[in-house]
């Protein structure tokens, strides 16, 4: 197979008129030569740190959409459906990634469940990270969520570690506002990336000690704007990554729309490619080609350098991808799931106080952590209700696993004037997360996951609407662009409902996640990321 077009070679920062000779996966010769073929072939695109869970599909139908914006392969950690079940969970992800062909390079979950303050479906300890870095499946120990533990030399978390470096495998950190020395101690361990950085100069503070920062604009969390100054300096030691995508994003656009911003801004496209195609092979030693003879043939035809429209798509020489349509097939796939709870009552959700004032999360927009701010509280009948009046409304957290009584908390900028929307899909443990107007919306939204068995949905009086996620409880069993114009729906009715943040339920999702600052919610209490410790609802 000869391919002819422009040929970007992005280490020695030239573009010529060429041709690609592909045989047996391989790119056996290129050469100059000169035609009238203009568009741009280039190493296909990587995100570098992603959870394939949060796009609501598995990898295989995931792999089907990626490859129309360019993406050739990505950095997964599969710590989500790990926290749902374990080991087997990653062996699951390996398994289905294994039928299409697109390079998926998985990580050993390090933080399972992410802190002891919260219920999982499962543990990984040292002894199972040391079994999943043996496999040559998995290229890295994922994110080491619980900084904590590295810097007070927990003995367990250090093992994981240790066991990374006796592999030879790289290891991904997760450090949000980490600065001084304890970053320094963070990164001695042995500690290399950081895509959490949310301010310029922590990144740049981080990118000084040696780390590699990755730029991160997701459904929820998006940094590019703070960081892509960074990059003209830094391009060496940057990467592009979205984290979390959900899957109506992800119909249009994945790190395509991140090379078209940089580029906008003025950055040498060269510096761009190198963070977005080279430096993630490079860093974690993928199995992806970068446009070189005896490389595998993976690589990408654009029409251009400015808005990176995708023509071919290119894995192992295959063509998966042409002029928006993917040729990555449907597999089978088995429903795996961990959800051992009845229906809950109404006074389940109620909550007694007397106090006139509670703490309240305060929810920002683009980002993963939270305010804690201290509202006037609204008590009915001896009980604290939600304040619509002035969005503050009552959240809830739901044992998935086991039936215990829900963790209750208030929590502001849902903006919800009616309703309630709940997730089964809540980082990192997976139980159910919800927001509403009233008990009794929050308990006909927690009941709805419960009968789907996972999922997430948005209720008001007689209207609802779900959608089922029976993988572990966070992925579904349809393709994506279903899942795509299902969750456009649901997504529009949450706004129907009052919400004014751009991505509800994702923002929702990352309620839960207590190693992010600052105040959130476990099935087992209200928690400050910053004490590391629980918190009373009720300020005395």
């Known amino acids: 197979m000869q391919i002819q077009g422009q040929i970007v070679d992005i280490e020695n920062k030239r573009i010529y008129s060429g041709e690609i000779t592909v045989d047996n996966e391989k790119i056996v010769s290129i050469t100059a030569k000169e035609h009238q073929n203009k568009n741009y072939i280039l190493p296909g695109f990587i995100d570098a740190h992603i959870h394939i869970e949060s796009s609501m599909l598995v990898p295989s139908e995931f ?10 392969a990505t950095i997964s950690d599969p710590h989500e459906i790990a926290n749902v079940l374990g080991k087997e969970g990653v062996y699951y992800m390996i398994e ?11 990580g050993a979950p390090s933080c399972v469940p992410a802190t002891s303050f919260e219920t ?12 999943l870095l043996a496999l040559p499946d998995i290229y890295y120990l994922s994110e ?9 030399d927990d003995e367990e978390v250090l093992k994981k570690i240790q066991w990374a470096k006796h592999f030879n495998k790289p290891v991904d950190g997760h450090a949000p506002g980490l600065r001084g020395e304890p970053i320094k101690k963070y990164i001695s361990a042995g500690i290399t990336t950081d895509h959490e950085c949310f301010t310029f100069d922590e990144a740049q503070e981080k990118l000084s000690l040696g780390m590699k920062v990755i730029i991160r604009e997701g459904s929820a969390a998006k940094n590019f704007n703070t960081l892509i100054p960074l990059l003209s300096e830094n391009y060496e030691n940057m990467m592009f990554c979205t984290d979390d995508k959900h899957p109506d994003d992800l119909i249009v656009s994945h790190i395509n729309a991140l090379c078209v911003r940089a580029v906008a801004e003025g950055i040498d496209v060269f510096k761009v490619l190198q963070a977005a195609c080279v430096n993630p092979v490079k860093h974690y030693n993928m199995n992806v080609g970068l446009l070189k003879e005896n490389d595998a043939a993976d690589f990408i035809v654009v029409e251009d350098l400015i808005n990176f429209k995708v023509k071919q798509t290119f894995i192992n020489g295959e063509l998966v991808a042409e002029d928006g349509k993917s040729f990555v097939k449907h597999v089978d796939f088995e429903t795996p799931n961990n959800f051992n709870i009845t229906a809950k009552e109404v006074s389940d959700f109620e909550v007694s106080g007397s106090a006139s004032t509670i703490r309240v999360i305060e ?16 008590i009915k009948k001896g009980k604290f209700v939600s ?7 009552k959240m809830a957290v739901v044992n998935r696993y086991q039936n215990t009584k829900p963790a209750i908390a208030f929590i502001k900028n849902f903006g919800l004037k009616k309703g309630a929307i709940a997730s089964s899909v809540a980082h990192d443990c997976h139980n159910i997360v919800v927001v509403g107007t ?8 927690v009941n709805l996951i419960i009968a789907n068995k996972g999922g997430i949905c948005a209720v008001s009086g007689s209207e609802k609407k779900a959608i089922a996620l029976p993988v572990a409880g966070i992925m579904s069993h349809k393709n994506g662009w279903e899942i795509g114009a299902l969750y456009e729906e649901i997504d529009a009715m949450a706004k129907e409902f009052g919400s004014t943040l751009k991505a509800p339920f994702m923002t929702l999702s990352f309620m839960a996640l207590l190693v992010i600052p600052d105040l959130k919610l476990s099935d087992k209490g209200l928690f400050s990321g910053n004490t590391f410790s629980f918190v009373n609802l009720e300020i005395q």
């Not at 080491?144 to 007070?152: D, E, I, K, R, S």
């Not at 009233?438 to 939204?445: R, T």
């Open 63 to 72: 792999a089907k959409i990626a490859v129309l914006h360019g993406t050739v």
């Open 96 to 106: 289905n990634s294994k039928k299409v062909p697109f390079k998926f390079h998985f």
């Open 387 to 393: 304040d619509t009046e002035n969005d503050i409304l």
């Open 363 to 378: 929810a920002l927009e683009g980002q993963l952590i939270t305010n804690e701010i201290h509202h006037a509280s609204l």
């Open 120 to 131: 999982a479906g499962a543990i990984i300890d040292s002894d199972d990270v040391k079994e």
């Open 144 to 152: 080491m969520m619980n900084y904590p533990g590295v810097l007070f």
């Open 438 to 445: 009233s008990d009794e919306e929050i308990c006909k939204a």
